[in-house]
């Protein structure tokens, strides 16, 4: 029934009021379990998940804020979120995380913690990149552009569709920690997961990762991800 009503109500939505265009989306596994890092740009990200994917296992972290209001309840329970506390370190939702990635479920996190006002990147936290050191799971980035608060609420006002483009780079892995030097693994770790993501992004976008030595690096090894043909997605 969460499923159902989850892509019932997506699939209306985002097909009436948006194009969505995605470059790389035959690099979405269709069965196996991993971990899906992008940007978070607008309050329409969380949504384009149920839209794009066809899995009834999606995992989706919700900030613990939106526990407080009935019609936030109500969207965490219909896509069978789990409430988060982003500022300190919560055990309990890290291990329902871990059991239903076991599972085989499909985790879809924004490393950034929050929505970014600017359309810039941010700065990284650690938690996407423990999950997925402790785990082992290939981690599938993705560029997110077009669902900026602003500019859905601009193009919505003069009835025009959004344009949403969301480029997916190659998946890579993360070697699991080792017993000394945490921390500094971790920070190592979140860094690449975020040039990884901001390789995916427009220049402007890139924000606080745009001059790092790897994103340059990456581009060199990947070219640019508009080479791969668009898919246009209807539902």
């Not at 939702?93 to 929050?114: D, H, I, N, S, Y």
């Not at 981690?139 to 025009?160: C, E, H, N, W, Y």
């Amino acid at each position: 029934m969460r499923y159902f009503l989850s892509r019932v109500v997506t699939t209306i939505l985002y097909g009436w009021m948006s194009r969505v265009t995605v470059y790389g989306l035959e690099r979405i596994p269709a069965e196996a379990s991993f971990i899906a890092v992008s940007n978070h740009v607008g309050r329409l990200d969380a949504g384009l998940v149920y839209y794009l994917l066809d899995r009834r296992d999606i995992i989706m972290l919700v900030a613990e804020k939106y526990r407080q209001h009935a019609w936030s309840r109500a969207l965490a329970w219909m896509v069978n979120g789990i409430f988060i506390d982003r500022f300190n370190a919560d055990l309990n939702a890290l291990r329902e995380v871990f059991r239903r990635l076991k599972q085989g479920g499909v985790m879809v996190v924004a490393p950034e913690g929050t929505r970014s006002k600017s359309g810039a990147l941010q700065e990284g936290r650690d938690g996407a990149s423990f999950v997925a050191a402790r785990t082992g799971l290939t981690i599938m980035p993705g560029g997110l552009v077009g669902t900026q608060d602003a500019l859905v609420a601009s193009r919505l006002k003069k009835f025009k569709r959004l344009d949403i483009e969301l480029r997916i780079g190659p998946p890579f892995t993360l070697p699991p920690l080792e017993g000394h030097n945490r921390a500094e693994q971790l920070k190592a770790h979140t860094d690449e997961m975020m040039c990884r993501i901001a390789v995916l992004l427009p220049p402007e976008m890139r924000g606080i990762y745009a001059e790092a030595p790897r994103v340059a690096e990456l581009l060199a090894e990947q070219g640019e991800i508009t080479d791969l043909p668009p898919v246009h997605v209807r539902r």
